[in-house]
């Protein structure tokens, strides 16, 4: 498969794209970088070629940047998991902009209290950053946690959308 890789400037810096033929994002994150973008999907998941390309995605990204934060809600996103892993990918696209949940409310909604260590796992294996807006889960207390794209971007993504949410 020769998926398209697209990178485009933020406020938060150069933001790449990984997308498949139908359009569907398999990795994205705050770098120029397309080795660490291939890097946050396993071997075997990944694109057998690469090309530079306009990928649709980019267009809700901008519109996110400039404000408008549901467009980036209507990207299709393919990822490859268990379907525990699937199961709390889907559920993070439901964490609404502006309200973010701790770790532990988050297994809770998924339905296992107990399960923060899965959740925070299933986060940290998230490839579509801000697609799938893992940002928006942070550590019991309040605190940002980690993040792969580096905890100022993930403060500016919260600020950003506490901004637009109010």
Request: aromatic share 6%; hydrophobic share 45%.
């Amino acid at each position: 498969m020769t998926a398209l890789i697209q990178t485009i400037d933020t406020p938060d810096g150069a933001f790449t794209l990984l997308a498949d033929v139908r359009q569907r994002v398999l990795a994205s994150g705050w770098t120029a970088d397309p080795a660490a973008i291939l890097a946050r999907l396993k071997p075997d998941d990944r694109p057998a070629a690469m090309k530079e390309g306009d990928t649709d995605a980019a267009a809700a990204v901008r519109a996110y940047y400039a404000g408008d934060l549901g467009p980036i809600d209507a990207v299709e996103v393919f990822q490859a998991g268990t379907p525990g892993q699937l199961a709390g990918w889907r559920a993070l696209r439901e964490i609404r902009p502006g309200a973010p949940l701790t770790y532990t409310e988050f297994a809770v909604r998924l339905g296992n209290p107990r399960a923060v260590r899965a959740v925070a796992s299933i986060c940290a294996r998230n490839a579509p950053a801000l697609f799938v807006p893992c940002h928006r889960v942070l550590r019991t207390g309040g605190a940002l946690g980690g993040f792969a794209w580096g905890l100022d971007i993930k403060r500016s993504l919260l600020d950003r959308e506490a901004r637009a949410a109010r």
